[in-house]
Structure formats: C-alpha cells, structure tokens
C-alpha cells in the first residue's frame, strides 16, 4: 500500500517583485538520492525568474541553485533547511538592490 505524503509547509509570500516560497512534505520513505523523510521545493524569484532553489529532485539529491550556479547541500534538520534558506534569500535580495 503506498502511503501519501503529509504536507508540512505550503508558504507563499509576494513582496513586490519577489517571491519567496516554501513547499515540504514528510515521506514514508527517503526520496532517491536523500537520506531523511522530507522531499522539499524552497523558491526565492525576481519578475517571474528563478534567483533561488532548494530542493532534492529525485536522484539528484538534496542541491541549491543560486542564480547560474548548482551546489550540493548537505541537508541536517527540518529547522536548518529553513533557516538556511532564508539567510541565502536575504543574501540574494542585498546582492541584487
């Protein structure tokens, strides 16, 4: 029997010409290529285009795309994903006023 996934954020929020939002779910199984229970979509955009993403596609693994640039991220708590991701959104917010 396949269980489904439990939603555990769904956070959307518009700030003028950016948007930042937040997407996790809790799994009953790792997705391919993580090691923890959370399969997770983290956007930050500027005008429609893309400046920020967390996520762990399956068979990717857990990654950041930062602007042009992909680098691995090594995922430890629920609470750090989100912490980190909202010091890279600040981040990316100052580098580009």
Known sequence: MKT????????KVVLGEWTVQ????????PVVG????YKYRLYCGRNGQCRLRYD???G???????GE???????????TLISDFRSDVRRVMEREQ
């Open 4 to 11: 489904k996934a439990e939603p555990v954020l769904n956070e």
């Open 22 to 29: 937040m997407v996790i779910w809790r799994l009953a199984a």
């Open 34 to 37: 993580s090691d923890h229970l």
């Open 56 to 58: 762990n596609e399956r």
């Open 60 to 66: 990717k693994g857990d990654h950041i795309h930062d």
């Open 69 to 79: 640039n992909e680098r691995p991220y090594w995922f430890t708590d629920y609470e």
